[in-house]
Nanobody, 122 residues
Framework: QVQLVESGGGLVQAGGSLRLSCVASGRTFSTYTMAWFRQFDKEREFVARITRNSNSTYYAGSVKGRFTISRDNVNNAGYLQMNSLKPEDTAVYYC????????????????WGQGTQVTVSS
């Protein structure tokens, strides 16, 4: 089991930046793939993911070049740096983790945080 807690959301103007954090507790975070998803309707949309040892990252096309995913296994934390934010980035952002899956489908991630709201004003 791993517990995830996100923080860092808020209100920002278009073009601004935010950094989301995801702190993990429980079993060793370093053995889990970590991902970020967002939800502004009924379905959660993949944003980015990073493998357990940070040797591979992958981004949704809509955020590539603007968002950066990273992790700090020593401190059991993951991050999503979001730059050049747009109003369409407004959503609840979720941190997710899984011991085996490294893809982009939200249904295959077993562990989730509670979400943090990001609102981008125009």
């Amino acid at each position: 089991q791993v517990q995830l807690v996100e923080s860092g959301g808020g209100l920002v103007q278009a073009g601004g930046s935010l950094r989301l954090s995801c702190v993990a507790s429980g079993r060793t975070f370093s053995t889990y793939t970590m991902a970020w998803f967002r939800q502004f309707d009924k379905e959660r949309e993949f944003v980015a993911r990073i493998t357990r040892n940070s040797n591979s990252t992958y981004y949704a096309g809509s955020v590539k070049g603007r968002f950066t995913i990273s992790r700090d296994n020593v401190n059991n934390a993951g991050y999503l740096q979001m730059n050049s934010l747009k109003p369409e980035d407004t959503a609840v952002y979720y941190c997710a983790a899984d011991a085996h899956y490294i893809g982009t489908y939200y249904g295959s991630y077993n562990y989730w945080g509670q979400g943090t709201q990001v609102t981008v004003s125009s």
